[in-house]
């Protein structure tokens, strides 16, 4: 069993910050590429900022400037810096990840693995 645990949300006023963390655990053989999506009320969830599978960092733009990702490797954990908040960055933040896990000696490619997310919330 594979799990991607996020925390660090809460709400803070805005031009505060936060940091979120996502924890990877279980079965896993091996991490591809993760990264950090958000959802706020009544629209889709969007792409915030991820590492591809060469470890490039790459951030939407509406975060470029302000938020920070960082991962530790050896732990599996991925980190979302975020500075200079706004009400607009307000949403559920889901962690994401493109993982190899490993049960009983077979390998299995989740090409799209979710966390159950954390909220942030930025009051103006």
């Known amino acids: 069993q594979v799990q991607l645990v996020e925390s660090g949300g809460g709400l803070v006023q805005a031009g505060g910050s936060l940091r979120l963390s996502c924890a990877a655990s279980?079965?896993?053989?091996?991490?591809?590429?993760m990264g950090w999506y958000r959802q706020a009320p009544g629209k889709q969830r969007e792409f915030v900022a991820g590492?591809?599978?060469?470890?490039?960092?790459n951030y939407t733009d509406s975060v470029k400037g302000r938020f920070t990702i960082s991962r530790d490797a050896t732990h599996n954990t991925l980190y979302l810096q975020m500075s200079s908040l706004k009400p607009d960055d307000t949403a559920v933040y889901y962690c994401?990840?493109?993982?190899?896990?490993?049960?009983?000696?077979?390998?299995?490619?989740?090409?799209?693995?979710w966390g159950q997310g954390t909220q942030v919330t930025v009051s103006s």
């Open positions: 994401n990840a493109d993982l190899v896990a490993r049960y009983d000696g077979t390998y299995y490619h989740e090409r799209d693995y």
């Open positions: 590492f591809s599978r060469g470890g490039r960092s």
């Open positions: 279980g079965s896993i053989f091996s991490i591809n590429t």
